[in-house]
């Protein structure tokens, strides 16, 4: 069997991204980078769809940057595909889509999510997460609502990761590795994150917050869909996609403000979430609401590792879509 190629496309409405795949003589699949291949290359192999286990439609809101087409081209002539490979060359596309946009949170989701997939591929996903591992690790540990036991005991172990693996946490960490330098003798998980984010340098990542059910933004969000529906029935009729389309760039207006709240009587290193305010705008009133927290333990990180910074660049960039944290989970990208 000589050696094969195989494609895996990525197309938004911002850039089209071709990742290729190599099959060696021994049926060994390798990662060979990017590539351009001619449109006359790709019409003479097979075309079919990545998998739908990450799909669009879940979410409440998606940015534009995450409407993706992926498709996969393979061979006219395969041979011997096998169906582990098969099945990640269709579910590898989401997480090149999440690498490239550097959403940490939606990585860590969807290795989660397909872990079995994946177990197989070990040293390619190694190498594919290495970008944004460190962050995906931080965002998917002290995020949400994982516990951090199961990673407290990978790093307390410290042990390289074998194939076969399916702990997301571990996966991540590995990956993470030459970024985060960990030693776990002379510091904890915590402590060896505040140095990481203590760094002199930028950082650019996804989070999920907590207590959203608290807080006013979320009724917000109920009466305008409501309210929306409706108006955007009347304005386009029969055109679903069209409403549709306008429902998103509402949500794609929307200002996130994440800043410290060091007078917190409960929590001196919480971080707080503000969005605009919905149902504020529907009336013609510009201003923001109280969306919830970033989670304890992370928000404790952040500030720890940068004390003197109050207020973050953020953005609202995602809702719903992950049925592990809660239903419409808000999803905040975060710069420092």
Not at 323 to 336: H, K, L, S, W
Request: charged letters at 20%.
């Amino acid at each position: 069997m000589a050696t094969e190629t195989f494609y895996v496309k990525v197309e938004t409405v911002k850039m089209a991204s071709v990742f290729a795949f190599f099959r060696s003589e021994t049926g060994i699949l390798d990662y060979a980078g990017t590539a351009t291949p001619s449109a006359d290359d790709l019409s003479q192999m097979q075309c079919v769809d990545g998998s739908a286990y990450f799909t669009p439609s879940w979410y409440t809101y998606l940015p534009n940057a995450l409407h993706a087409e992926i498709t996969v081209f393979i061979p006219a002539d395969v041979q011997n595909l096998d169906a582990n490979q098969y099945s990640f060359l269709l579910h590898i596309g989401a997480i090149l889509l999440a690498v490239q946009e550097r959403d940490s949170l939606l990585v860590a989701e969807l290795l989660h999510r397909r872990s079995m997939v994946f177990a197989n591929f070990i040293p390619i996903l190694l190498h594919l997460l290495r970008p944004v591992a460190a962050e995906a690790l931080f965002a998917w540990v002290y995020g949400g609502f994982h516990s951090e036991s199961g990673f407290q005991s990978v790093y307390a172990s410290d042990k390289p990761i074998s194939v076969g693996e399916t702990d997301t946490a571990a996966i991540l960490y590995a990956a993470a590795r030459d970024e985060l330098q960990p030693e776990p003798l002379k510091e904890s998980a915590q402590e060896m994150f505040i140095r990481y984010f203590g760094k002199n340098r930028r950082f650019d990542f996804t989070m999920g917050i907590v207590g959203a059910s608290n807080h006013p933004w979320v009724d917000g969000v109920k009466k305008f869909e409501i309210l929306s529906d409706a108006a955007i029935s009347f304005h386009f009729g029969d055109d679903p996609y069209a409403a549709g389309k306008k429902h998103q760039e509402i949500f794609s207006t929307l200002k996130a403000s994440v800043q410290a709240e060091p007078y917190n009587s409960h929590d001196h290193n919480a971080i707080s979430v503000s969005i605009d305010d919905l149902d504020a705008s529907l009336k013609g009133i510009p201003c923001k609401s109280k969306a919830g927290y970033l989670r304890a333990t992370g928000a404790a990180i952040l500030r720890k590792a940068r004390p003197k910074l109050f207020r973050y660049e953020a953005s609202l960039w995602r809702i719903g879509g992950n049925p592990d944290y809660f239903e419409n989970a808000i999803i905040v990208r975060i710069g420092f």
